[in-house]
């Protein structure tokens, strides 16, 4: 019987390395003397943020050797398709079919209803076919855990998932479950508005979110403890679905940020394209932190390789077929990141990007 031996790849492992970020602002971008601060209106600085992850969170999985002379079965699960989520998926194909071994797959897209991610977790709970489940972003994985004890779970594309309640702690979970968040502690958003638009001129920045997305509401808070000590203003908006979008975005024109920042959420980067439209129209700078939204026409976005994320969830689900006990395969973080860029995008807000922030970033057109 062919067997084919695994390991984690030594280039996802170099992804689950800290990177720093918050460098200094391009000094073309400040012009005239600084204002003295003052306790209503503080100076300006820029924001500083990243650091260490807690232990057990990046950890060499042990190596299994799954057995490549039958055909498995698999669920992929996410809360809709948008173009991170599919990478991940994507990326956890990939790793299990270059590693020669045969998958079915079930694939549903709760199309972006959380009451839809019941009933598909009710789906698979009721398949005993299914040797391994893949579910993709923070609702989709909620609904799996709670519906599903018999079979390993992966997550992959959750921010926080022990804020969630996917997983007890950090490292290996002694559960069936496990997976790769997108956390992200290196993506200064923050920091990212600064350096493209100019320490004095980033005053306020808008947050719209969901309420109901956990992972949102962990990202509002990075943001918001990013800012502290800076003198900038997070102006969060938060909405119950999508057809509250505009209104929020409206809020925050109102009450006059320099800029919008999205997060991963779900419900508002499925409508980036009406985020995009609004801040054109608007003329207020939008920055991400998806790099796909870039291509889209966000300014820029300091986020890590979906792709690769769904590759490492994927190399795990390959320990879980060569007979590792999922518990003892710890979640892990890709902390690596790349700011990806559109200068045409940002044109079209009123914004020319300076050069020394587009010479370390990757450029594209959407």
């Not at 943020?49 to 042990?62: K, R, W």
């Not at 949102?216 to 502290?228: K, M, N, R």
């Not at 879980?320 to 892990?332: E, Y």
């Amino acid at each position: 019987m062919k067997k084919t031996r695994i390991a984690l790849a030594a280039g996802l492992l170099a992804a689950l390395t800290l990177s720093a970020c918050g460098t200094a602002a391009p000094t073309s971008q400040t012009t005239g003397e600084s204002a003295e601060p003052t306790a209503a209106a503080p100076a300006l600085s820029l924001s500083a943020c990243g650091g260490s992850v807690g232990s057990g969170q990046i950890a060499t999985n042990p190596i299994a050797t799954p057995d490549t002379s039958i055909e498995h079965k698999m669920a992929i699960t996410m809360i809709v398709e948008h173009p991170s989520l599919v990478k991940i998926s994507d990326g956890f194909k990939d790793a299990i079919s270059d590693a020669g071994v045969k998958v079915s797959y079930v694939e549903d897209s709760a199309q972006n209803d959380v009451a839809n991610t019941t009933t598909i977790a009710g789906k698979y709970a009721s398949d005993p076919d299914i040797e391994v489940i893949l579910a993709i972003a923070t609702p989709s994985a909620q609904a799996m855990v709670n519906a599903v004890s018999d079979r390993p779970i992966l997550y992959a594309g959750v921010t926080d998932p022990v804020t969630a309640g996917i997983t007890a702690a950090w490292g290996a979970t002694g559960t069936n479950v496990s997976g790769t968040s997108d956390l992200n502690p290196n993506g200064c958003p923050l920091a990212l508005v600064q350096e493209a638009l100019g320490v004095e001129k980033v005053v306020k920045v808008g947050f719209p979110y969901t309420l109901t997305e956990q992972n949102s509401a962990v990202q509002l808070q990075q943001l918001q403890d990013e800012a502290e000590g800076t003198g900038v203003e997070i102006v969060p908006a938060g909405i119950s679905s999508a057809a509250e979008l505009t209104q929020a975005l409206e809020t925050l024109k109102s009450k006059g940020v320099s800029a919008i920042h999205i997060g991963t959420d779900n419900t508002i980067v499925n409508s980036v394209e009406q985020v995009i439209a609004f801040c054109q129209q608007n003329q207020i700078p939008l920055f991400s932190l998806d790099t796909d939204s870039v291509e889209k026409g966000t300014i820029a976005a300091r986020g890590i390789d979906y792709y690769k994320l769904g590759r490492a969830t994927g190399e795990m689900a390959l320990q879980i077929l060569g007979g590792t006990d999922v518990g003892t395969i710890a979640q892990l973080q890709v902390l690596d990141t790349q700011i990806v860029a559109n200068p045409a995008a940002a044109a079209s807000f009123g914004v020319e990007l300076p050069a020394a922030f587009t010479e370390g970033a990757q450029l594209v057109e959407s």
